[in-house]
Protein backbone atom coordinates (compact mmCIF):
# COMPACT_ATOMS: atom_id res chain seq x y z
CA UNK A 1 0.00 0.00 0.00
CA UNK A 2 1.01 3.20 -0.70
CA UNK A 3 0.46 7.07 0.85
CA UNK A 4 -0.09 10.24 -0.89
CA UNK A 5 0.48 13.56 0.85
CA UNK A 6 -2.16 15.97 0.64
CA UNK A 7 -2.17 19.95 0.46
CA UNK A 8 -3.79 20.07 4.27
CA UNK A 9 -0.52 17.90 5.28
CA UNK A 10 -1.97 14.80 5.88
CA UNK A 11 -1.55 11.31 4.71
CA UNK A 12 -4.01 8.63 3.07
CA UNK A 13 -4.11 5.77 1.45
CA UNK A 14 -3.45 5.56 -2.75
CA UNK A 15 -4.59 1.87 -2.76
CA UNK A 16 -8.19 1.71 -4.77
CA UNK A 17 -9.98 0.29 -1.74
CA UNK A 18 -8.71 2.35 1.07
CA UNK A 19 -8.18 5.98 -0.62
CA UNK A 20 -9.39 8.41 0.69
CA UNK A 21 -11.13 6.73 3.65
CA UNK A 22 -9.50 8.24 6.28
CA UNK A 23 -6.71 10.94 6.82
CA UNK A 24 -3.52 10.72 9.44
CA UNK A 25 -2.49 14.02 10.55
CA UNK A 26 0.69 15.09 12.91
CA UNK A 27 -1.31 17.11 15.75
CA UNK A 28 1.87 17.28 18.09
CA UNK A 29 5.28 17.46 16.98
CA UNK A 30 7.80 17.78 20.16
CA UNK A 31 11.52 16.83 19.89
CA UNK A 32 11.63 13.28 20.20
CA UNK A 33 7.46 12.24 20.15
CA UNK A 34 5.19 12.88 16.58
CA UNK A 35 1.51 11.68 17.45
CA UNK A 36 -0.95 11.51 14.78
CA UNK A 37 -4.27 11.46 14.77
CA UNK A 38 -6.95 9.45 12.48
CA UNK A 39 -9.72 11.51 10.85
CA UNK A 40 -12.65 9.81 9.20
CA UNK A 41 -15.00 11.10 6.32
CA UNK A 42 -17.47 13.14 7.36
CA UNK A 43 -20.19 11.59 5.17
CA UNK A 44 -19.66 7.81 6.83
CA UNK A 45 -18.80 6.30 9.72
CA UNK A 46 -15.35 4.81 9.98
CA UNK A 47 -15.14 1.40 10.20
CA UNK A 48 -12.89 -0.91 12.59
CA UNK A 49 -11.08 -2.50 9.33
CA UNK A 50 -10.25 1.32 7.72
CA UNK A 51 -8.82 2.25 11.03
CA UNK A 52 -7.34 -1.00 11.58
CA UNK A 53 -5.35 -1.11 8.39
CA UNK A 54 -4.89 2.48 8.42
CA UNK A 55 -2.93 2.35 11.93
CA UNK A 56 -1.33 -1.05 10.78
CA UNK A 57 -0.03 -0.04 7.29
CA UNK A 58 0.78 3.72 8.37
CA UNK A 59 3.30 1.73 11.10
CA UNK A 60 4.80 -0.26 8.77
CA UNK A 61 5.16 2.79 6.07
CA UNK A 62 7.26 4.71 8.96
CA UNK A 63 9.22 1.62 10.00
CA UNK A 64 10.16 0.76 6.41
CA UNK A 65 11.05 4.20 5.69
CA UNK A 66 12.43 6.09 8.86
CA UNK A 67 13.87 2.90 10.51
CA UNK A 68 17.57 4.31 11.36
CA UNK A 69 15.59 7.47 12.56
CA UNK A 70 12.64 5.57 14.46
CA UNK A 71 12.73 4.40 18.00
CA UNK A 72 9.02 3.20 18.76
CA UNK A 73 5.61 2.95 17.39
CA UNK A 74 2.78 2.75 19.98
CA UNK A 75 -0.77 2.24 18.14
CA UNK A 76 -3.70 2.03 20.18
CA UNK A 77 -6.87 -0.12 19.60
CA UNK A 78 -9.34 2.66 20.88
CA UNK A 79 -9.55 6.79 19.82
CA UNK A 80 -7.70 9.16 20.98
CA UNK A 81 -8.36 12.64 22.02
CA UNK A 82 -6.99 13.50 19.25
CA UNK A 83 -8.88 11.52 16.63
CA UNK A 84 -12.11 11.86 14.87
CA UNK A 85 -13.75 8.85 13.52
Known amino acids: MDWKYDADGDFTQTSSQYEDRAWLHAVIEL ?4 IF ?20 KFAEFLLNTFDADIVEVNLTSMPTKYDSI
Open 31 to 34: ENEL
Open 37 to 56: AIYGRKDERMTKETYTVYHC
